[in-house]
C-alpha cells in the first residue's frame, strides 16, 4: 500500500517476501480478497524484499456474472477454477460457458487463430485456464410473451399472452 499498490501487470498471486537472498513466503492475494482468508502472518523484517512479479496469464471473464473482469490464473488452474473468481452468475444466465482461446501456433491455418466452444459448468473442471482466455456466460434469451391486437376495439394495444389464451380471451381484453 505504501508503494502505491500493485499496477495492472503485476501479479496478485505469485507475490514473494525474500529475505537475506532466500524466498521466505509466497502470497496469493486471490485467497484473501476474493475468498477472505487471511494468509499466513508474514511478519516483514528490516531488509526484506518484496517482489511483485509480472502476470503469467490474463482470462478474461464477462457478460452474465456478478463480477466480470480480468483474472490471472496460475499453472494447474482449471477453468471452472477462475469462473469461482467472478462472483457466480447472475440470476438471468445460462448453464452453458463460451470459451475462446488462441489455438497453438501449429494447429492455425488460414489465418484461422481462434477456436471456440460451449461447455457445461461441469465439464470446465476438466479444461486448464490458458492465458488469453475469453470466458463468456451468456444472459438468458429475452422471450417476449405478447399478443397485439389492433382495429376496431375498443382498448387496442398490447397484451401478455398466458397458457391456453384463447381469440375470445383477447377480444375481451380488447
Known amino acids: 500500500i505504501q508503494a502505491g499498490g500493485i499496477d495492472t501487470t503485476g ?16 502470497v496469493d492475494l486471490y ?3 476474493l475468498k477472505g482468508n487471511f494468509p499466513h502472518n508474514i511478519q516483514l523484517r528490516d531488509q526484506d524484499i518484496v517482489v511483485i512479479p509480472p502476470r ?12 466480470p473482469g480480468i483474472y490471472e490464473a496460475i499453472p494447474g488452474e482449471k477453468v471452472f ?22 489455438k497453438p501456433k501449429v494447429d492455425r491455418k488460414n489465418s484461422n487463430i481462434y477456436e471456440d466452444h460451449y461447455v457445461n459448468i461441469e465439464n470446465t473442471k476438466l479444461i486448464p485456464a490458458n492465458s488469453g482466455d ?41
Open 11 to 26: 501479479s496478485l498471486r505469485r507475490i514473494q517476501v525474500k529475505r537475506n537472498g532466500k524466498m521466505v513466503s509466497t
Open 31 to 33: 485467497d484473501y480478497l
Open 56 to 67: 503469467s496469464s490474463v482470462v478474461e471473464i464477462d457478460s452474465a456474472v456478478v463480477n
Open 81 to 102: 477454477d477462475i469462473i469461482q473468481f467472478d462472483g457466480g452468475p447472475k440470476h438471468d444466465a445460462t448453464d452453458k460457458r463460451g470459451i475462446k482461446r488462441i
Open 134 to 174: 475469453q470466458i463468456s456466460v451468456r444472459h438468458l434469451f429475452h422471450e417476449l410473451q405478447q399478443v397485439e391486437i389492433i382495429g376496431q376495439v375498443k382498448v387496442p394495444g398490447i397484451y401478455h399472452y398466458y397458457n391456453s389464451m384463447t381469440f375470445k380471451d383477447l377480444i375481451t381484453l380488447g
